[in-house]
């Protein structure tokens, strides 16, 4: 990581948010730009108006508390790596805390001022890691299309909520006509370019809300 790692940090106590600042520009090897929250409302436009690599997030702050807080971080900013520091220790909630996302829990106290730098890289570079294998199971690797397990399961949720609704959907099924007689006459690698110029033509004819999948070879 050549570039700052851009930290949120959601915490009430002035003293406790100006010791995380301090750890954070002591670190000697990375970058940390900082930006402070004393609320969640607060964090929230935070993260409507910017990109976090890193949300550090107290469970105690005055307009919401517990692990909701977490849900709502998570709900504006599924890309941010969150690791909670309290005072609050409670196995319970933490373990609560890492199944619903959160990369760390960490308790306020000696000691933890010094391996927070650490602790939010790692953070950062375990989200990324499993986003990218989140990715990679959903995604077409040649085309970047959503792949057939996320194109049905998209379609599953477009069903149900036509249900509710009354609303149809619509669902188109294209075909390549003699799509192996290219791979056959020109390569396979003219085929590739072939399907990723298909791919991003149709992207540019539907909505953002749509989906286009690549189902099959072809």
Do not use: W
Not at 2 to 23: S, T, Y
Not at 76 to 94: C, G, H, K, P
Not at 164 to 183: C, E, P, S, Y
């Amino acid at each position: 990581m050549d570039e700052a790692i851009k930290v949120l940090v959601v915490e009430n106590d002035p003293v406790d948010a100006r010791l995380v600042e301090e750890a954070l520009q002591k670190f000697n090897g990375l970058k940390y730009e900082v930006t402070v929250a004393n609320h969640l409302e607060g964090a929230l436009r935070s993260l409507c108006s910017e990109t976090f690599d890193a949300a550090l997030l107290d469970l105690s702050i005055p307009d919401f508390t517990g692990v909701d807080t977490l849900n709502r971080i998570h709900i504006n900013s599924q890309n941010t790596a969150v690791l909670v520091l309290t005072r609050l220790e409670d196995e319970a909630m933490a373990i609560q805390a890492l199944q619903m996302g959160a990369q760390d829990y960490l308790i306020k106290g000696d000691g933890v001022h010094h391996i927070l730098p650490r602790a939010i890289r790692y953070a950062v570079e375990r989200k990324r890691a499993h986003d990218h294998m989140i990715h990679i199971s959903q995604y077409d690797n040649l085309t970047g299309l959503p792949n057939r397990q996320l194109f049905r399961e998209r379609l599953t949720r477009a069903l149900a909520r036509s249900s509710r609704t009354g609303q149809l959907v619509a669902l188109l099924l294209l075909d390549l006509d003699r799509f192996k007689d290219i791979n056959d006459t020109l390569g396979h690698n003219i085929g590739d370019v072939l399907l990723q110029s298909v791919a991003r033509r149709l992207e540019k004819c539907v909505r953002e809300i749509d989906t286009v999948a690549r189902f099959g070879g072809d």
